[in-house]
């Protein structure tokens, strides 16, 4: 399991999505019984590094600590027109080749493209840079939709809160949803958000927060997801027509009714299929899935394989965790 994380802090950072990888990786969770991550923040040199806002920071920890750890994560890069570095090339093409897992947030996936590291694959990065990065490594299949992608030891998330969504992702992949939920509740945020980046792109926010009816039928589907549910029924708990519910729900959460139930659906699979014994059609039935061949596309779909070899590579993750003598 990936014990040990390290982040890179850079020249003209903003603090937000390294904190991000801080907060998740870095802060022992009192409440959260599990043994947690090593985090060290990196820096390429050992002079004092600027932070956008006047603060600097300082590391005594280089790319060399960087490029040891069991996944390493790039927070972005100061330019994305810029050539990346030699020496993080370096770092991260020997990271890559140690076995180490490589995450990458927004236009931090230009500093693994320059690494070579993406050639191939399936990659992700802001919607704004999407173009360029396509533009300047056209071996790699760029996917501008959604919030983060997973090649297994390489992961990119789009923009910067999306790196929070790629953070718990990987919590879930090592600990589990149980815990990976624990630790969105802690955040205030939403275990697996709905939707992609798409429905960001040079669109206004919405216009107003989640309003009371449509949380009110939100609360009530959770508690009902075993049971045959539709825009009728959300709408008869809202105390609103369904057209007008559909529009407000649209507006509130930028998803739809059926897209937000599929990801619930989903998340209480996830958890059924990690505690319990129970047949996946059982479980799909207890997820409020029609039929178990629906429930085996929409999971294939969200999540790149089968409810079976899930529930098989988390018993096998578990079972390397209680054997290994280090955390995680």
């Not at 993080?88 to 690494?115: P, T």
């Not at 360029?132 to 983060?148: G, M, S």
């Not at 669109?203 to 009530?220: F, H, K, Q, V």
């Not at 089968?306 to 529930?311: F, K, L, N």
Request: net charge negative.
């Amino acid at each position: 399991m990936a014990s040990t994380v390290s982040v890179l802090a850079y020249d003209g950072m903003t603090s937000f999505e390294t904190g991000i990888v801080i907060e998740v990786f870095g802060l022992v969770w009192p409440d959260i019984d599990q043994p947690w991550y090593e985090l060290t923040v990196c820096t390429e040199t050992p002079e004092p590094i600027r932070v956008i806002g006047g603060a600097t920071l300082s590391s005594p920890h280089g790319l060399a600590e960087f490029a040891a750890a069991d996944t390493v994560v790039v927070p972005s890069v100061a330019d994305p027109r810029a050539e990346t570095s030699p020496a993080l090339i370096e770092a991260l093409q020997l990271a890559h080749h140690r076995g180490s897992r490589v995450v990458s947030i927004c236009s931090g996936a230009f500093a693994l493209a320059a690494a070579g590291l993406l050639d191939g694959r399936r990659a992700t990065t802001h919607w704004r840079y999407a173009d360029l990065l396509r533009e300047r490594y056209p071996a790699i299949e760029v996917d501008p939709e959604p919030l983060y992608t997973d090649e297994g030891d390489i992961l990119t998330s789009a923009g910067c809160a999306a790196g929070l969504d790629l953070a718990l992702h990987l919590v879930r992949k090592d600990l589990g949803t149980a815990v990976a939920n624990a630790v969105a509740r802690r955040l205030v945020i939403q275990p697996h958000r709905a939707g992609g980046q798409a429905q960001y792109i040079e669109s206004p926010m919405p216009p107003e927060p989640l309003d009371a009816p449509i949380a009110r039928s939100l609360t009530w589907a959770i508690e009902h997801l075993a049971d045959p549910i539709g825009v009728p029924d959300l709408a008869d708990i809202a105390g609103l027509s369904p057209r007008t519910y559909l529009r407000h729900f649209v507006r509130s959460t930028g998803t739809t009714p059926s897209k937000w139930l599929i990801a619930q659906r989903i998340q209480a699979a996830l958890e059924m299929l990690e505690t319990g014994d129970a047949p996946v059609e059982e479980v799909a039935t207890a997820a409020g899935f029609a039929t178990p061949v629906t429930f085996r596309h929409h999971f294939a779909k969200s999540l790149r394989t089968s409810p079976s070899a899930y529930r098989n590579a988390f018993r096998a993750r578990q079972g390397t965790a209680q054997a290994s003598p280090h955390p995680i």
